[in-house]
């Protein structure tokens, strides 16, 4: 008996429902239904009645423009490590090294081998070699490095090379089509599409103390590898360098960022031109505004940068702009974030000028500018000089200072400026022993080192006090 009521309850509730749905779907207007999309051929999506251009889907020519000019970096360098076994049988400073293989990718910008990568790739490396798309392999001599935008220029010993023509980053709209081309994972000749996410982004993740960040955000996919790799439009054109990704994991998450092609091309050009990349700078430290800080300063619209303070040796001072000011644009090019900021007037050289309109207390003025280096000065700069690439001035050892110590030779640093040595922790008063385990006997000696060396130096040495101390310093 309990068995047939079980059975008449089904029965019932199954009715009940089958009336229900016949009801809701008489009686329910259409248009408030919820209907899940499907997809009834390979142009039609939900949301859209039209049927999509299958053309406009296909980047097999943005592909072949430009996977045979992205190659395949390879890196390889020592790591040095400290056995306190060892160190007990052969005495204190024994080292032991191990080689460390790195991977990533490059650009070729000219059919006469130059090649752009990030500066992260080749970053302390001793040996770098290109493998091409055709599977031919090259030793690359490294040009020079740009710490603060992540960029770095290689040349190979090649001619008639197929490289990726110059696009232009400043044209892209949030929404457009690109292409990643990389070695994700040694996966040579990858290519990924997406759309531009966004434009002029900011993460601070480019260790320097003058990092210039001003990323455009996509979501194609990057993965490890990638790194150095082009980001192409659709006609295959250059507008950026993969450079870093956003994830819990370490994989790809959605989110890719690239080194703008404008901010590439300046960089490359000064390299190969002055060995060095020219930096112009206003010499102002600046925010974003938000709501809280022009209600806090009382600056009215949410636009514009704002200046906090003003470098007394800068570019900024000289001309009259004041801590409070908030910058509206730069040559006619309005500026809303710190990052399109920094990336407009990271185009321009030393004693280049620039129009400034910015606002004060509610008035707009229009300012010349002629923009200086990190130096304060109008001057180019060059690699050649040896104390500024390390940012110290030096003086061999006297006697007594060595019989002291219980060292037989070394330079001493006698200044420390703003430089690769003071970024590492290195102080006033440190003298250098050994690069890369050679003794150092004079200024002469060790210029001769550090300029003959790529990628990086292991420097060794000793403290007044008598402390010994390690350095790993890129170049």
Not at 100 to 129: C, L, M, P, R, W
Not at 422 to 432: N, P, Q, S, T, Y
């Amino acid at each position: 008996m309990r068995a047939k009521n079980i059975v008449w309850t089904f029965v019932a509730a199954l009715a009940a429902s089958i009336i229900a749905v016949y009801a809701y779907s008489k009686f329910v207007p259409r248009e408030n239904r919820i209907v899940m999309a499907q997809i009834k051929n390979p142009y039609t999506y939900a949301g859209y009645e039209g049927k999509l251009n299958p053309g406009s889907l296909n980047f097999i020519n943005a592909a072949k423009n430009s996977v045979e000019a992205v190659v395949h970096v390879k890196t390889q360098s020592t790591r040095y490590s400290y056995n306190p076994i060892m160190e007990f049988f052969y005495g204190d400073g024994y080292q032991e090294s191990m080689p460390v293989v790195g991977f990533g990718s490059g650009v070729i910008i000219s059919a006469d081998g130059y090649i752009v990568t990030n500066n992260h790739v080749i970053d302390k490396s001793e040996q770098v070699y290109v493998t091409l798309n055709d599977k031919r392999e090259f030793e690359a001599k490294l040009v020079g490095t740009d710490p603060s935008t992540d960029l770095a220029l290689l040349k190979i010993k090649a001619e008639d090379l197929k490289f990726i023509t110059w696009g232009n980053s400043d044209s892209l709209q949030v929404g457009e089509w690109v292409l990643a081309v990389g070695n994700p994972f040694n996966l040579t000749s990858t290519v990924t599409a997406g759309i531009v996410s966004a434009k002029s982004k900011s993460l601070g993740i480019i260790q320097d103390q003058y990092r210039m960040e001003s990323f455009i955000q996509t979501d194609a996919a990057v993965n490890r590898g990638n790194s150095g790799g082009a980001l192409v439009d659709v006609n295959g054109n250059l507008v950026g360098i993969n450079t870093a990704i956003i994830s819990p994991s370490g994989g790809y998450a959605g989110i890719s960022f690239a080194v703008p092609s404008a901010i590439v091309k300046k960089v490359v050009l000064d390299l190969i031109e002055f060995g060095a990349v020219q930096r112009a700078i206003l010499g102002v430290s600046i925010q974003d505004i938000t709501a809280d800080l022009a209600e806090e300063k009382n600056l009215g619209e949410i636009e514009g940068v704002y200046i906090a303070d003003v470098r007394e040796d800068g570019a900024a001072k000289a001309a009259g702009i004041q801590a409070g000011d908030v910058i509206l644009s730069i040559d006619g090019v309005k500026v809303n974030s710190s990052g399109e900021l920094q990336e407009k007037v990271s185009r321009y050289r030393p004693n280049d000028k620039v129009s400034v309109i910015l606002k004060r207390e509610g008035e707009t003025k229009h300012i010349e500018v002629t923009l200086r280096n990190l130096q304060g000065k109008t001057e180019t700069v060059s690699n050649s000089s040896f104390d500024e690439v390390l940012g110290a001035k030096f003086e061999t050892v006297d006697k007594e200072e060595r019989e002291k110590l219980g060292i037989s030779y070394g330079v001493k640093i006698i200044e420390l400026k703003d430089g690769k040595l003071r970024a590492e922790g290195v102080k006033e008063g440190f003298i250098i022993t050994q690069i890369n385990n050679k003794p150092v006997y004079s200024i002469e000696e060790l210029e001769k080192i550090v300029k003959g060396t790529r990628g990086g130096v292991f420097i060794e040495g000793v403290y007044p006090n008598g402390v010994v101390q390690y350095y790993a310093i890129g170049l």
